[in-house]
C-alpha cells in the first residue's frame, strides 16, 4: 500500500473539523449543552458530532490528497475564524446569561408569542406566560382573575437603579432555538428580605402574584437561594 500523505490545507481542515467534533463531545461530557441550545435542539449537538467524525474519517481516508494544494493566507484565515468559536467555548466558564444580558435583550413581552388563556385561566402559572401576558389584552384579564394566586418561581436577581431595598427584578431567559435568540422575562418581586440577595444570584420565589397595568407583582412569602438550574432557560 503506498503511504497516503495530506496537504497543508487539508490537513488545517481535519484539525478544525476534529475540533468541532471535540467541542460537540465535551459539551456532551459536561452536560453544558443546556448552557447553549433550547431541549428543542439539543439534539444537533450528538448528531453534529457524529457527522463531523464522519467527515475526519473521511478525509484521513478517503479524500484524494494528490496535487498537495498549498495552504494559503486567505485558507489558513478561513480555519482561523471558524475555528475560534471552539477556543472561546473552552476557555470560557460554563455560565448563563446574565442581568448584563438582561439589560441589553429584548423583553419577552415584545415577543411574537403570546400566552394560552386556558393555562392561564385555570393552569399552573409559569413564569414565561405569565411575564408574556403583557402582550395581550385578553391573556392579562385572564391572570387578573387569578389575582392573589400562589405562585413559585425560580431565577436570578436583577435589579433596576433607585429599587427599593426590598425588591427586585426575579429574571429568567427565554430561548426557541439558542442563546442566540433569548429574550429577557422579569417580574418584580416585593416584600422580599431587604439586601439579602445579590446581583445575579439564584433564587426561589414563593408568593401571591398581582398583575398590575404594564407588569407583573409578586408579594413575596419566601424567597430562599437555590443553585443555578441545569437547565437555566426557560424554552418556548
Known amino acids: 500500500m503506498s503511504r497516503r500523505s495530506l496537504s497543508p490545507k487539508k490537513l488545517g481542515v481535519v484539525l478544525v473539523l476534529g475540533a468541532w467534533c471535540g467541542l460537540y463531545l465535551f459539551l456532551l461530557a459536561t452536560d453544558r449543552t443546556s448552557l447553549y441550545l433550547s431541549s428543542r435542539t439539543e439534539w444537533l449537538v450528538p448528531v453534529g458530532g457524529v457527522i463531523l467524525l464522519i467527515a475526519v474519517v473521511g478525509q484521513l481516508f ?8 498549498k495552504l494559503t493566507t486567505k485558507d489558513s484565515l478561513g480555519l482561523v ?3 475560534v468559536p471552539v477556543v472561546v467555548v473552552l476557555a470560557l466558564p460554563p455560565a448563563s446569561l446574565t442581568s448584563f444580558a438582561a439589560n441589553r435583550r429584548s423583553s419577552f413581552a415584545s415577543a411574537a408569542f403570546v400566552p394560552s388563556i386556558e393555562d392561564i385561566s385555570s393552569g399552573e402559572l409559569d413564569l414565561a406566560d405569565v411575564a408574556g401576558a403583557i402582550r395581550s389584552d385578553e391573556v392579562m384579564a385572564a391572570l387578573r382573575a387569578r389575582a392573589g394566586a400562589e405562585v413559585d418561581f425560580t431565577g436570578f436577581v436583577a435589579r433596576r437603579p433607585g429599587m427599593p431595598a426590598d425588591e427586585f427584578l426575579l429574571t429568567r431567559f427565554l430561548i426557541s432555538c439558542c442563546v442566540a435568540d433569548a429574550l429577557t422575562v422579569q417580574v418584580r418581586v416585593v416584600d422580599a428580605p431587604p439586601g439579602a ?3 445575579d444570584q439564584w433564587v426561589r ?4 402574584l398581582y398583575p398590575l397595568e404594564n407588569e407583573i407583582v409578586v408579594q413575596a412569602a419566601g424567597v430562599t437561594k437555590v443553585p443555578r438550574p441545569d437547565h437555566p432557560y426557560l424554552n418556548a
Open 197 to 199: 440577595f445579590k446581583q
Open 81 to 83: 475564524l471558524v475555528a
Open 62 to 69: 478517503f479524500s484524494d490528497s494528490s496535487g498537495a494544494p
Open 205 to 208: 420565589v414563593s408568593g401571591s
